[in-house]
Nanobody
Framework: QVQLVESGGGLVQAGDSLRLSCVGS????????IGWFRQPPGKDRELVSR????????TYAGFTGGRFTASRDDAKATAYLQMNNLQPDDTAVYYC?????????????????WGQGTQVTVSS
């Protein structure tokens, strides 16, 4: 079991950058794949990025357009989502989630453990 705490959200202007952090508890953080999801106002939760347990395999949703980079530092039990050139459409609550399962892991239902979320608001 792992507990996750996100931080790093805020109110920024279009074109700005933010780095989200996701700190995990427990010594088993390194065994989990980490997914970053977001939920825009009035919409369903969607995958932003997924990084596997070793950090060697990372995938991104098409809308990231090369602007986002996911990484992890298992020595600190922390995952990061660097977001550059943010746009108003990126406004959402961002969540990190952990899964010990094998597979594609693109769906929220595949992640048993979730952080509390952090609000990202991008003004035009």
């Amino acid at each position: 079991q792992v507990q996750l705490v996100e931080s790093g959200g805020g109110l920024v202007q279009a074109g700005d950058s933010l780095r989200l952090s996701c700190v995990g508890s427990g010594r088993t953080f390194s065994t989990y794949a980490i997914g970053w999801f977001r939920q825009p106002p009035g919409k369903d939760r969607e995958l932003v990025s997924r990084i596997n347990w070793s950090g060697g395999d990372t995938t991104y949703a098409g809308f990231t357009g090369g602007r986002f980079t996911a990484s992890r530092d298992d020595a600190k039990a922390t995952a990061y989502l660097q977001m550059n050139n943010l746009q108003p459409d990126d406004t959402a609550v961002y969540y990190c989630a952990a899964s010990g399962r094998l597979g594609v892991l693109d769906l929220p239902s595949e992640y048993p453990y979730w952080g509390q979320g952090t609000q990202v608001t991008v003004s035009s």
